[in-house]
């Protein structure tokens, strides 16, 4: 049976809280499972932290430090090189297009002429323009041959004065051809004959006549140098040819004489 002793003692036993308990800390248990705890969360944090990369730029400076000023730097001229070779390819791309595609001023105006020329062709191969242009040029030649004078015969001249107005005062379009003759060289009398004929073949052209001794030229002239035959236009002297006997001999035709004028371009051809 239980003493009073033990009844107070028992009590105490069961509802004693040991002060060194308290302060000692925790059972073994409770130290085991806090520091089974405490290890896992120690490795969690370890796989959840970890630091990032140290060149993974993502343009904000995660170290305000010397190391993330640098980096910083690093990146920014690594962008500005980048920046500056895509630039150079793109010029060069450019360059080679224009390279390609440009003409030079020269060449673009010679095609241009080209096609101006094909372009002129083309119009005249079309027939009916050809017929329109043949036209109007005979139209034209008509009016011209209107307006000249004409004459058909060979005229004598009688002195020096109608000798210069016959070339001076003479429309500007008609050619002038002088025969200056000896009236005893025998040349002379076919070069006579064969005038008369041109002059009725070339109506527009003045075919005259005048003696040696009116002019005024020398006796060896006279005795040498005839037949000559001065053409004029415009009151200027286109042709002169003199000693014309040792050209085409002392018997000639028209058609010889008709031939050396025309060779010399002092008659237009038929």
């Given at each position: 049976?239980?003493?009073?002793?033990?009844?107070?003692?028992?009590?105490?036993?069961?509802?004693?809280?040991?002060?060194?308990?308290?302060?000692?800390?925790?059972?073994?248990?409770?130290r085991?499972?806090?520091?089974?705890?405490?290890?896992?969360?120690?490795?969690?944090?370890?796989?959840?932290?970890?630091?990032?990369?140290?060149?993974?730029?993502?343009?904000?400076?995660?170290?305000?430090?010397?190391?993330?000023?640098?980096?910083?730097?690093?990146?920014?001229?690594?962008?500005?090189?980048?920046?500056?070779?895509?630039?150079?390819?793109?010029?060069?791309?450019?360059?080679?297009?224009?390279?390609?595609?440009?003409?030079?001023e020269?060449?673009?105006a010679?095609?241009?002429?080209?096609?101006?020329?094909?372009?002129?062709?083309?119009?005249?191969?079309?027939?009916?323009?050809?017929?329109?242009?043949?036209k109007?040029?005979?139209?034209?030649?008509?009016?011209?041959?209107?307006?000249?004078?004409?004459?058909?015969?060979?005229?004598?001249?009688?002195?020096?004065?109608?000798?210069?107005?016959?070339?001076?005062?003479?429309?500007?379009?008609?050619?002038?051809?002088?025969?200056?003759?000896?009236?005893?060289?025998?040349?002379?009398?076919?070069?006579?004959?064969?005038?008369?004929?041109?002059?009725?073949?070339?109506?527009?052209?003045?075919?005259?006549?005048?003696?040696?001794?009116?002019?005024?030229?020398?006796?060896?002239?006279?005795?040498?140098?005839?037949?000559?035959?001065?053409?004029?236009?415009?009151?200027?002297?286109?042709?002169?040819?003199v000693?014309?006997?040792?050209?085409?001999?002392?018997?000639?035709?028209?058609?010889?004489?008709?031939?050396?004028?025309?060779?010399?371009?002092?008659?237009?051809?038929?």
């Amino acid at each position: 049976m239980a003493t009073l002793e033990d009844k107070i003692l028992g009590n105490k036993l069961q509802n004693y809280c040991s002060s060194s308990e308290d302060e000692g800390g925790e059972s073994d248990d409770d130290r085991s499972g806090d520091e089974e705890g405490g290890e896992v969360t120690k490795s969690q944090v370890a796989t959840n932290a970890e630091p990032p990369p140290i060149n993974n730029w993502t343009g904000q400076a995660s170290n305000t430090g010397p190391k993330g000023v640098l980096e910083d730097w690093r990146r920014f001229k690594q962008l500005e090189a980048e920046n500056r070779a895509e630039l150079a390819k793109e010029r060069i791309a450019l360059a080679k297009k224009l390279t390609l595609t440009v003409k030079p001023e020269r060449e673009a105006a010679q095609e241009k002429k080209k096609e101006e020329i094909e372009d002129e062709l083309s119009e005249l191969m079309d027939e009916e323009f050809l017929l329109q242009y043949q036209k109007q040029r005979m139209e034209e030649l008509m009016s011209q041959l209107q307006k000249v004078p004409k004459f058909g015969v060979l005229t004598t001249l009688n002195s020096q004065d109608e000798f210069l107005n016959a070339i001076d005062k003479e429309d500007p379009k008609v050619t002038v051809i002088i025969h200056i003759y000896n009236s005893t060289t025998r040349a002379c009398e076919t070069m006579d004959g064969c005038l008369n004929i041109l002059a009725t073949d070339y109506p527009t052209t003045k075919f005259c006549r005048i003696a040696a001794d009116i002019t005024g030229l020398s006796r060896h002239f006279r005795v040498d140098g005839v037949p000559a035959l001065l053409a004029y236009k415009g009151g200027q002297i286109i042709g002169n040819f003199v000693q014309l006997a040792t050209e085409l001999g002392n018997d000639f035709f028209a058609v010889d004489v008709e031939r050396f004028l025309i060779e010399y371009g002092m008659l237009p051809e038929k």
